[in-house]
């Protein structure tokens, strides 16, 4: 039943949820694991005290909770960034004057250097990061990220973003994001933590490129198309994980 109604999303979101709650969800416990105890006493009391939340890895939805509420609509922009269709390349360039997501992790980090128990800098970034290693986060704008390319999955109407955000991820682990998110932080690797974000956000291009190579009107998608991806989103979520947790011990580490 769980799953039907998350095919059932598919078909009607308009929102981008990059990785969906339970893929947000895993990267941030996935983060977590890989981050050294006094970093992760400090989050865990962070999220403690803004008390919305059980967790640091729960709390990684903030950033797409607050959406319904319009006071927030400032911060929608920052969760993708689009490039035109013959572009090849994102640089800063790429980001807006209001901002995308590129712009959002410098921000955010640049509040939490300043001041580390700033609880909402924190859920942003730890958010923002996420999105940007979702390939559809770094999409084209005409297609509004893939939410516009409509697919059938599994018989269901769907569209490109949705499959990307939940679908594949809820097919592979129904809604254990910690279970999942515990086995990533085990198979990732530190050497994958360097780099910068626009240089991350140019693996998710290249990607994004590909998914639309892949991509025929009509197409109807279904276990094969798990197959192939799902290693995809798994590296995507440990390589996220690592970089994340590098920046969060860089500011909360001993």
Known sequence: MYRLFGLLLLAFTSQVHAWGFT??????????????????????????????????????????????????????????????????????????KKGCVLSGIDEMQAKLKKDPQDWQALFFLAHF?????????????????????KVSFFGKPANLHGIWDYGIIEHLIGNDWKGWGD????????????????????????????????????????QAYIDANAPLIEQRIEKGAERLAKMLDAIYAN
């Open 23 to 96: 893929g947000h969800k895993a990267f941030c416990e996935a983060a977590f694991d890989l981050t050294q105890p006094s970093t992760q006493k400090a989050l865990s009391a962070i999220a403690a005290k803004q008390g919305e939340y059980h967790s640091f890895a729960e709390a990684c939805t903030w950033a797409d909770d607050i959406k319904k509420d319009h006071k927030w609509d400032w911060s929608k922009h920052l969760h993708y960034v689009n490039i035109a269709h013959n572009d090849h390349h994102l640089s800063a360039s790429d980001c807006p």
């Open 129 to 149: 990061v996420g999105d940007l290693h979702q390939p559809m986060h770094v999409s084209y704008a005409d297609d509004w990220g893939g939410n516009k390319t």
């Open 183 to 222: 086995q990533l932080a085990s198979k990732a690797s530190a050497a994958d933590a360097s780099g910068t974000p626009a240089q991350w956000g140019n693996e998710s291009l290249q990607l994004t490129q590909q998914i639309y190579q892949g991509y025929h009107e009509n197409a109807q998608l279904g």
